[in-house]
C-alpha cells in the first residue's frame, strides 16, 4: 500500500513537529504503524508504534517527548515535543501487513510498506 508522509521540516531547540502519514486508498484492514528514524552514521530505529488494537512502544530516547496517535485506523501521527539536535534524521512511516483494493479493484494483501521519508532538522 502506498504510505504519504508529512510534517517534517526545521525547527529549533525546544521546538515541536508533528508528522502525519496515511494510507492511501481503500484499506480493509492495516496491522501495526509506526515511525523509523536514520541519521547519517547511525542505524535505522524504531522511534514509536502503535498496533491496531492502540498498544504504543516508544524508544526510550523519546519517552515523554514524542506522542503516537492512529486516526480511522489509517492514518497515524508523531507529535514531536522538547525536540532535540540528536532527533534529527530522515523519518519514515511503517505500515504492517495491509489489505487493500489495488488499481484494479482486486482485494490484496502486503507483508509492510513504507513511506517516503520526511526530513526533520533540529538545530542547537
Known amino acids: 500500500v502506498q504510505l504519504q508522509a508529512s510534517g517534517g521540516g526545521l525547527v529549533h531547540a525546544g521546538g515541536s513537529l508533528r508528522l502525519s502519514c496515511a494510507a492511501q486508498g481503500i484499506i480493509f484492514n492495516i496491522g501495526a504503524m509506526g515511525w523509523y528514524r536514520q541519521s547519517p552514521g547511525r542505524e535505522c530505529e524504531l522511534v514509536a508504534e502503535i498496533t491496531y488494537g492502540g498498544e504504543i512502544t516508544y524508544a526510550d530516547s523519546v519517552k515523554g517527548r514524542f506522542f503516537i496517535s492512529r486516526d480511522n485506523f489509517k492514518t497515524v501521527y508523531l507529535q514531536m515535543n522538547s525536540l532535540k539536535p540528536e532527533d534529527t534524521a530522515v523519518y519514515y512511516c511503517?505500515?504492517?501487513?495491509?489489505?487493500?483494493?489495488?488499481?484494479?479493484?482486486?482485494?490484496?494483501?502486503?507483508?509492510?510498506?513504507w513511506g517516503q521519508g520526511t526530513l526533520v532538522t533540529v538545530s542547537s
Open positions: 511503517h505500515a504492517d501487513k495491509t489489505t487493500y483494493n489495488d488499481p484494479y479493484g482486486n482485494m490484496v494483501a502486503d507483508s509492510g510498506s
